[in-house]
């Protein structure tokens, strides 16, 4: 890899992570309730016993590495003393997520991971809140992320790419079934398990919709024309990050941002102007094309057959779906992972997250549930 690629996204990643924007909590500002009222409240949520039975499971967890950072959680593979099975535990500071108006997010990711199960997305096991931290047990995914393998072979293969959009396609499909919109596809947030197989990461983002929503969120070089416009978007914003996704395995770069300038990105994405190397043929071309479509309600996937339209491309005339979804085809890549904790395919950081302030009552009422 090149030191200009290698720069370009480590880039992205940053403004990836400075460019996440959502709705505040008013219940954080409004309340006007009594501190002992409140605490009544979060008592009455969860009874002593089902409390009691979290903070044991939380107990006999070995907390061993951080594998991931974000703008207000981070990922720390653990381990349970009894059954000596990995897992990573994602803890988040009460306090923080509160400053950081992320409270409503955070809910969300808790409500939808605890009502999908799916080959294609990592599965929760457990939540669970101290007076200073949130924790969601989560299958431990050792293969690290496609960002990862992306940043050192600059592109993909045409048949590479396609077998990681072919994965990602039918966890789409399973969310969009459940009216979900993911909202936060890119690189980082597709995690490959120890036999290369991909796990859809980080749902803090992901909304249950009827028809449409008007947060503004997520990554700027994967961002919809109506995400940017603000004009309300609905699940074809999922099939949009898609064909930005594909491009990016093909060529190395986002479509809309070749020069690594944020500021490019909005006016360009308007334009609908893609410079297309001379490496994507023909028929690749037109499937990213359809994907790329400005109008949300023509882009492929927006309708009335949903992902039965992206499936049945011309792309995916070898493709047999139901291998797909059984795991049957072969990965291109099978990651270095020597035993089930294994932390070699992850970045290193500080281990300076224990120290978080304790959060207030009023705090703590907000996730009464968690």
Known sequence: ??????SNYQLRSA???????????SANNNSTESETVLVASRLSHISLAERGERQQALDRLEILKTVGTGSYGRVLVVRD???????????????????????EHVKSEKDILSVISHPFIVQLHWTHHSDQFLYMLLDYVPGGELFSYMRRKVTFDLKSALFYICEIILAFEYLHSLQIIYRDLKPENVLLDAEGHVKLVDFGFAKKIQNKTFTTCGTPDYLSPELFKGTGHNKS?????????????????????????????????LAGKIVWPRTI??????????LLTQNSEKRLGSGRNGSREVKEQPIFASIKWDDVYARKLKPPIVPSVTHPGDTSCFDNYEEDWRSAPFASDRELALFSNF
């Open 237 to 269: 914003t999922d099939w949009w990050s898609l064909g930005i996704l594909l491009f990016e395995m093909l060529t190395g770069a986002t479509p809309f941002n070749p020069n690594q300038n944020n500021n490019e990105i909005y006016p360009r994405v």
């Open 81 to 103: 003393r009894d059954t000596l099975v990995y897992f990573a535990l994602k803890v988040f500071s009460i306090n923080h997520v509160v400053e950081q108006r992320q409270t």
């Open 281 to 290: 043929d023909e028929p690749t071309k037109a499937f990213i094309k359809k």
């Open 1 to 6: 890899m090149t030191t200009s690629s290698l």
């Open 15 to 25: 403004a990836s992570n400075a460019s996440q924007t959502s709705e505040s909590s």
